[in-house]
């Protein structure tokens, strides 16, 4: 049985090695020497460590082998990987001259986003430990999330990260690296914002889709064939918008529950959650 019980930490120590790798690398690169191929290589390394945390939750729910070890080491897995390793990596990427204003904001900026990334964490592990035993919570938390989930904040700062610096952003923009720097602080302050909101974003379990089972395969495949043409052409680009449009709808959905009122019943399951937390115990 312990072996059982070994498999879904073993993915959780595989997505947590992808964040060292990340951090460690940035650290070693020298001053100025982060290119897109770094760029490209590192984000691809994020991508298996935020498919390794999805495996891991499931595979301990399918055979059984959930447990408070494995909850507690992958929250902390996923501050390190995903709270930590996109702020480096943006600090890293910029090289600013150190003591400059604009280096100061940006690592304020950081700071902020692996901040609020691990709020997001404690607050998680409070909501389900809170929901066990209780159905209709846990039927809750299964539908959506209560602000924006830390892997998929941590996918749309890398992906923002890299299609600035890309070929597809620069042929079409000319930026100076002092507006590029902006951008990369309202991003970080954002996504921050949003990882410890009450907004909610849909959880992809949730997801239906109401079309003929053929239908259903057909746009698959043709989202997939798009989706790989994009990966291996515009892998910034694709990356980018993928990331975004996820973020994106959440914030749509939130702001057409909100116009239509509490007492409709458009998008109920938008309703942001009420604060709950007593910060002062």
Do not use: M
């Given at each position: 049985m312990k072996k059982i019980y070994l498999l879904p930490n073993i993915i959780t120590a595989f997505s947590l090695t992808c964040g060292l790798f990340v951090i460690f690398k940035m650290t070693m690169t020298?001053?100025?020497q982060v290119d897109t191929h770094v760029l490209n290589a590192t984000a691809g390394i994020m991508l298996l460590a935020a498919l390794a945390d999805l495996l891991d939750g499931a595979v301990a729910r399918a055979m059984k082998a959930e447990s408070e070890f494995g909850g507690v080491f992958d929250s902390l897995a996923d501050a390190i990987t995903f709270g930590v390793g996109p702020s480096v990596l943006v600090l890293k990427t910029a090289s600013l001259e150190q003591g400059s204003d604009l280096s100061i904001f940006l690592t304020i900026a950081a700071m902020i986003f692996s901040v609020c990334g691990?709020?997001?964490?404690?607050?998680?592990?409070?909501?389900?430990?809170?929901?066990?035993?209780?159905e209709e919570l846990l039927a809750a938390n299964k539908k959506n999330f209560t602000?924006?989930?830390?892997?998929a904040g941590a996918a749309a700062m890398v992906?923002?990260?890299?299609?600035?610096?890309?070929?597809?952003?620069?042929?079409f923009f000319s930026m100076s690296r002092e507006s590029r720097t902006w951008l990369l602080v309202?991003?970080?302050?954002?996504?921050?914002?949003?990882m410890i909101s009450r907004?909610?974003?849909?959880?992809?379990?949730?997801?239906?889709?109401?079309?003929?089972?053929?239908?259903?395969?057909?746009?698959?495949v043709i989202a997939a064939v798009l989706l790989f043409y994009g990966i291996v052409q515009h892998f910034a680009l694709s990356f980018f918008v993928v990331s975004w449009t996820y973020v994106l709808l959440a914030l749509v959905l939130s702001i057409i529950r909100l116009i239509s009122g509490k007492k409709s019943k458009t998008l109920e399951d938008f309703e942001p959650e009420p604060e709950?937390?007593?910060?002062h115990d």
């Open positions: 020298q001053f100025g691990v709020l997001r964490l404690v607050r998680y592990n409070v909501s389900a430990s809170q929901a066990k035993g209780d602000g924006l989930p830390i892997p992906a923002t990260n890299l299609f600035l610096a890309s070929e597809d952003f620069n042929h309202f991003a970080l302050v954002c996504l921050g914002y949003f907004l909610k974003f849909p959880s992809l379990k949730s997801l239906q889709v109401r079309v003929a089972s053929f239908q259903l395969v057909f746009f698959i709950d937390i007593d910060w």
